[in-house]
């Protein structure tokens, strides 16, 4: 049986297939965005692995290059990764809102990886927490900070499902009681396996779950921020 789950790293060979199979989907390579709505892993086993986004079709290149089945079965992706290597990245236009990729040094490809530090999301302009949430205490500790402006006082929290007991503000001096569960991307819901009945809404940073039950409310703080 092969280990899975959180603290667990992620079969190479399972992650470059499934790159690819976004890749063919799309027909073009895909952007992390692209690939955090439509791949089935988080995009940050990718850049634990390979430091950085735009570092994996090079690394697919490779890969493939030491498997001739692969390199059959996936030339068209082999191509668009080829072509993403000798022409750069594409337009802002077309990367889906992310931000434009830094220049790097000159006297190097790419900055150096420091084993052992710890890795921040990018920057957020609010009060109280400095980066993007990388994980699902990053998207609790946000919604600490949010909650009051979002209509949410907090009754009680917990390490069992579901992680929170809230009240919410319905209307002017009207509340009702809901139960949250925390997770950094929404679809970790399904991969947990928690029960959709024992849960009002999920609060996460990205929501990339589009099977998500219809009674099952979705709070994306990405978004939230956004549009402050």
Known sequence: M????????RNPVE????????????????????YARHGRHSSSSFVGRWRAWNS???AFIEFAKERQQVHSEWADVLAMAAERQN??????SQMDGQPPPRIAMRQRKQPRFHDGRTIYGPLLALPGLAHEPTDETGVIFLF?????????TVLHTQSGFPDCEALREIKAGR???VHIEFEY????????????AGCDMIVCWRHNWPQC????????????VRKM
């Open 2 to 9: 092969q280990i899975r789950g959180v603290g667990y790293r």
């Open 15 to 34: 992650l470059m297939l499934d790159w690819a199979a976004v890749a063919r989907k799309l027909g073009r390579v895909p952007t992390e965005h692209d």
């Open 56 to 58: 994996v079709p090079q």
């Open 87 to 92: 022409h750069g990245n594409p337009p802002i």
């Open 144 to 152: 600490g900070i949010l909650a009051h402006r979002l209509g949410f």
């Open 175 to 177: 509340s009702q009681r």
């Open 185 to 196: 991307e929404s679809r970790n819901f399904h991969r947990h396996r928690h029960r959709a």
């Open 213 to 224: 039950p219809a009674g099952l409310e979705v709070l994306e703080l990405s978004q939230v």
